[in-house]
């Protein structure tokens, strides 16, 4: 056998290793310091009380013989279709049933629908950015180039004429940048994609931190995105399902005249034999009255947290954005410091930890990700700490 050589042009990640790692050292160096991290990535508060009865009562019906489920569609129960259907519209955006396809999660299907695309395609990836789009392209062969994103353009990149690629990535709400784009630059998106016959793939995992009205939160919003469009969602984020895993993707039928829809059926009948039928009732739940008003009150736990971080930056003339629809906080580390530098700085003297940001790309330099996924008490913690510090 022959290997896929692909993969040894894969980049090592040493981002979170590296941080561990250096947290670890620090720990035991410093034994009677408290360490506060707002480098998270995960959502920390359990699954809300709706989502935990549905799962509980889905198991007790696996158990009887009556209501017992073996293999279900691949592509999802109609149950939680519908609710997604609902979801949707209730935004403005109509979808039919058999354009949403449910999953395990976002990140396994951003990279399993490149399954439907040539090797010969160009790839185009904001920097910086979430890895796992330049990592599994990369493991197919493809050719990857790469829009900066920046403070003259607000992390927020617009089409470049002149760039000619296939498969283009968005992701808004941004991760690691916390950047949201506006239905006017999306709009620009959407028409270099149907202009060059381009796909987006629109990383939505991020879209239930969007308060205003006025910012999509699907890309679906924007006229022309069904012609050029496939997005992916996921609840993670959303209801605390990053270990519990489910999430959906559309592919509109008005894509490729329907071929790729076609095509993703056929795959994930092929390659995928569903989601588990409890963990589809307890995403199910996310959508009931008591589990929306849950699910809100646990999201605005995370904004509170965003809201105070951002504050204390602000009061120090820290420039950063994000922290208002999203969970991430992107700041300029002060003085000219490097990622790495202001990290080393903040957890000697703070004893804080965040995320470097050269960590996400070659613009993440000299930029920095703090979270809101920590306590409240942790994250007042810091800012008291961060409030001294900078007096
Ligand atoms: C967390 C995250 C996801 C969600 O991944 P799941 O596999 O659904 O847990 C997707 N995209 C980005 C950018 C994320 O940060």
Same mark, same amino acid.
């Given at each position: 056998?022959?290997?896929?050589?692909?993969?040894?042009?894969?980049?090592?990640?040493?981002?979170?290793?590296? %941080?561990? $790692? !250096?947290? @670890?050292?620090? @720990?035991? !160096?410093?034994?009677?310091?408290?360490?506060? !991290?707002?480098?998270?990535?995960?959502?920390?508060?359990?699954?809300?009380?709706?989502?935990? #009865?549905?799962?509980?009562?889905a198991s007790d019906e696996m158990g009887e013989k009556e209501t017992f489920r073996g293999y279900g569609p691949e592509q999802g129960y109609d149950f939680l279709k519908n609710e997604i259907q609902n979801y949707y519209?209730?935004?403005?955006?109509?979808?039919? &049933?058999?354009?949403?396809?449910?999953?395990?999660?976002?990140?396994?299907?951003?990279?399993?629908?490149?399954?439907?695309?040539?090797?010969?395609?160009?790839?185009? +990836?904001?920097?910086? %950015?979430?890895? %796992?789009? %330049?990592?599994?392209?990369?493991?197919?062969?493809?050719?990857?180039? =790469?829009?900066?994103?920046?403070?003259?353009?607000?992390?927020?990149?617009?089409?470049?004429?002149?760039?000619?690629?296939?498969?283009?990535?968005?992701?808004?709400?941004?991760?690691?940048?916390?950047? +949201? =784009?506006?239905?006017?630059?999306?709009?620009?998106?959407?028409? =270099?994609?149907?202009?060059?016959?381009?796909?987006?793939?629109?990383?939505?995992?991020?879209?239930?931190?969007?308060?205003?009205?006025?910012?999509?939160?699907?890309?679906?919003?924007?006229?022309? @995105?069904?012609?050029?469009?496939?997005?992916?969602?996921?609840?993670?984020?959303?209801?605390?399902?990053?270990?519990?895993?489910?999430?959906?993707? +559309?592919?509109?039928?008005?894509?490729?005249?329907?071929?790729?829809?076609?095509?993703?059926?056929? #795959?994930?009948?092929?390659?995928?034999?569903?989601?588990?039928?409890?963990?589809? $009732?307890?995403?199910?739940? +996310?959508?009931?009255?008591?589990?929306?008003?849950?699910?809100?009150?646990?999201?605005?736990?995370?904004?509170? &947290?965003?809201?105070?971080?951002?504050?204390?930056?602000?009061?120090?003339?820290?420039?950063?954005?994000?922290?208002?629809?999203?969970?991430?906080?992107?700041?300029?580390?002060?003085?000219?410091?490097?990622?790495?530098?202001?990290?080393?700085?903040?957890?000697?003297?703070?004893?804080?930890?965040?995320?470097? *940001?050269? *960590?996400? *790309?070659?613009? *993440?330099?000299?930029?920095?990700?703090?979270?809101?996924?920590?306590?409240?008490?942790?994250?007042?913690?810091?800012?008291?700490?961060?409030? !001294?510090?900078?007096?």
């Amino acid at each position: 056998m022959n290997i896929n050589t692909n993969y040894q042009n894969i980049a090592d990640s040493y981002l979170f290793s590296t %941080v561990a $790692k !250096k947290v @670890a050292e620090y @720990a035991q !160096k410093n034994p009677d310091k408290k360490i506060i !991290k707002l480098g998270i990535g995960d959502v920390t508060l359990p699954l809300c009380n709706a989502v935990v #009865r549905a799962l509980k009562s889905a198991s007790d019906e696996m158990g009887e013989k009556e209501t017992f489920r073996g293999y279900g569609p691949e592509q999802g129960y109609d149950f939680l279709k519908n609710e997604i259907q609902n979801y949707y519209k209730q935004h403005g955006v109509n979808l039919e &049933n058999d354009e949403i396809f449910i999953s395990d999660g976002a990140k396994s299907d951003l990279g399993n629908i490149l399954d439907l695309f040539s090797q010969d395609n160009t790839v185009l +990836v904001p920097d910086p %950015v979430y890895p %796992v789009y %330049v990592d599994t392209n990369t493991m197919a062969g493809r050719k990857i180039i =790469y829009i900066d994103a920046n403070a003259e353009n607000n992390f927020l990149p617009l089409p470049d004429e002149n760039i000619k690629a296939d498969i283009i990535y968005i992701c808004s709400p941004n991760n690691p940048t916390g950047a +949201v =784009y506006d239905k006017e630059q999306l709009k620009k998106w959407i028409d =270099y994609a149907n202009k060059n016959k381009a796909v987006i793939l629109f990383d939505s995992a991020y879209e239930c931190f969007i308060t205003d009205e006025k910012l999509p939160r699907s890309i679906y919003a924007i006229e022309g @995105a069904k012609t050029c469009a496939i997005e992916f969602c996921s609840f993670s984020k959303m209801a605390g399902f990053t270990g519990t895993r489910c999430g959906w993707t +559309v592919v509109p039928k008005a894509l490729a005249d329907g071929i790729l829809n076609k095509m993703w059926l056929r #795959r994930q009948t092929t390659k995928f034999n569903g989601v588990p039928y409890i963990v589809q $009732k307890g995403a199910q739940a +996310v959508f009931s009255p008591e589990g929306q008003k849950e699910i809100q009150e646990n999201l605005n736990y995370y904004k509170e &947290n965003a809201k105070l971080i951002s504050n204390c930056l602000k009061k120090h003339n820290i420039w950063h954005i994000g922290g208002t629809h999203s969970p991430y906080i992107w700041l300029k580390c002060p003085n000219g410091m490097t990622s790495w530098e202001f990290f080393d700085y903040l957890l000697t003297n703070v004893q804080i930890v965040g995320t470097p *940001g050269s *960590g996400f *790309g070659r613009n *993440g330099e000299g930029y920095f990700r703090l979270t809101s996924f920590g306590s409240k008490e942790n994250t007042q913690e810091a800012v008291e700490r961060l409030e !001294k510090f900078f007096d």
